[in-house]
């Protein structure tokens, strides 16, 4: 169980890039990063307004002169001072990712940055060769993976108790983009740009993180062939989607399902996910994070809680609040940048040893996520059509 003891040696000197006042998810990052020791807050370009992410930074308890106008000002005197930042997130808009993380890594300092991680496969590859050669982590916030109930659901696939896997059926929806955008706010308005979101609205803001949940409670799973079913609701939002559909065939013969909407009216978020084998199954939604559906065939069902000694080590290892209370969204972002945290401290260390065990959501991990909307986009394009999937 995860209790405030520290498990690096020192907190590492971080800094942001976007994530300021008037942003959506600065708010999360912060609160998975100053939970249990691991960070130290010192700089910030927060706000494409300078002015507004001056007072911001300093309203978080930052100096002034340590609250930059641009990210490029913020690499610049960052890598002049002794106490400068060691790593920095990135919580800006898509079309910003690619150019950021990289000018970042160029400079020595390692990244945290929000999905979908970047335009195209040809960018993650780059990317990963270059903080290979420069010996630096590269983190992606997938911030619902850190829940308890996650791992649980991994370990008991790995260990076999739903037999072979055959159905995979998940969604992510919403509805507050149910209505059109004509008095959308900036935060809503990039994100059904192609210029600024990229190929993609629903399926690479929420449709990656049910990929990639997917990906770490069944790893064994490969996409053979996929189909996409896209369309835009509302017209200005097109050539994006608002809502899609994505069927899956896997290696093996079993079959998946993903369903990302956010003109799902009247629904405030969430997130369902059923896997189905051929001894049992099990359904987990973010909505009731602390609680596992399993169901055995030919036995009741039983609901697992988290936090119970029941539960795999892997489970009640990263649990925070115990059984009697409830986990949330920051436990969940706590423990995506505690385990972070500490790749990048094995890091300045050199434990390659300790890095090759270590789980957390990595360049590999982002590079994925946009493999897969590649390959959705390549299907909705060519009008909802099977393709290989590459």
Same mark, same amino acid.
């Given at each position: 169980m995860i209790n405030g003891e520290l498990t690096i040696r020192r907190p590492l000197r971080w800094g942001m890039v976007g994530g300021g006042r008037t942003g959506q998810v600065g708010y999360k990052h912060r609160t998975g990063a100053l939970r249990d020791g691991t960070y130290q807050l010192l700089a910030g370009a927060f706000d494409i307004n300078a002015e507004r992410g001056r007072d911001f930074g300093v309203s978080l308890g930052l100096v002034p002169e340590r609250c930059y106008e641009t990210y490029r000002d913020l690499i610049r005197a960052e890598t002049e001072r002794p106490d400068g930042v060691e790593i920095v997130s990135v919580a800006t808009p898509n079309f910003t990712h690619y150019e950021i993380t990289k000018a970042l890594l160029d400079a020595g300092i390692h990244v945290i940055c929000e999905k979908p991680l970047f335009f195209t496969s040809a960018e993650c590859q780059e990317i990963e060769k270059l903080a290979e050669k420069k010996g630096l982590i590269v983190g992606v916030t997938y911030g619902f993976t850190g829940h308890p109930m996650v791992r649980q659901m991994a370990n008991m696939v790995k260990k076999g108790e739903l037999g072979e896997i055959r159905l995979v059926d998940m969604q992510y929806t919403h509805g507050f983009n149910a209505g059109d955008d004509v008095n959308a706010s900036d935060a809503v308005k990039w994100r059904t740009n192609p210029l600024t979101a990229g190929p993609t609205f629903v399926l690479g803001?929420?449709?990656?993180?049910?990929?990639?949940?997917?990906?770490?409670?069944?790893?064994?799973?490969?996409?053979?062939?996929?189909?996409c079913d896209?369309?835009?609701?509302?017209?200005?939002?097109?050539? =994006?989607?608002?809502?899609?559909?994505? =069927? #899956?065939?896997?290696?093996?013969?079993?079959r998946g399902r993903i369903w990302?909407?956010?003109? *799902?009216?009247? *629904? #405030? &978020?969430?997130?369902?996910?059923?896997?189905?084998?051929?001894?049992?199954?099990?359904?987990?939604?973010?909505?009731?994070?602390? +609680?596992?559906?399993?169901?055995? +065939?030919?036995?009741p069902t039983q609901i697992l809680h988290h936090g119970m000694?029941?539960?795999?080590?892997?489970?009640?290892?990263?649990?925070? #609040?115990?059984?009697?209370?409830?986990? &949330?969204?920051?436990?969940?972002?706590?423990?995506?940048?505690?385990?972070?945290?500490?790749?990048?401290?094995?890091?300045?260390r050199g434990d390659n040893e300790f890095l090759r065990g270590h789980h957390y959501p990595g360049i590999k991990a982002g590079a994925a996520g946009v493999r897969w909307l590649e390959n959705c986009v390549r299907s909705a394009d060519a009008g909802a059509a099977w393709v290989d999937f590459h």
């Open positions: 803001d929420i449709g990656t993180h049910v990929y990639y949940l997917s990906e770490i409670v069944l790893p064994q799973l490969r996409i053979e062939r996929l189909l896209r369309k835009a609701f509302i017209q200005s939002r097109s050539p =994006l989607e608002d809502h899609a559909t994505v =069927l #899956m065939h896997y290696h093996g013969g079993a990302v909407s956010s003109v *799902n009216a009247g *629904n #405030m &978020g969430s997130q369902r996910y059923r896997f189905i084998g051929s001894k049992a199954s099990f359904e987990w939604s973010d909505s009731h994070p602390d +609680q596992l559906i399993y169901e055995i +065939q030919g036995e000694p029941y539960l795999e080590h892997e489970s009640l290892a990263i649990d925070r #609040m115990g059984a009697l209370h409830t986990e &949330g969204l920051g436990d969940s972002w706590a423990n995506i940048y505690l385990w972070i945290a500490e790749a990048v401290d094995a890091k300045l």
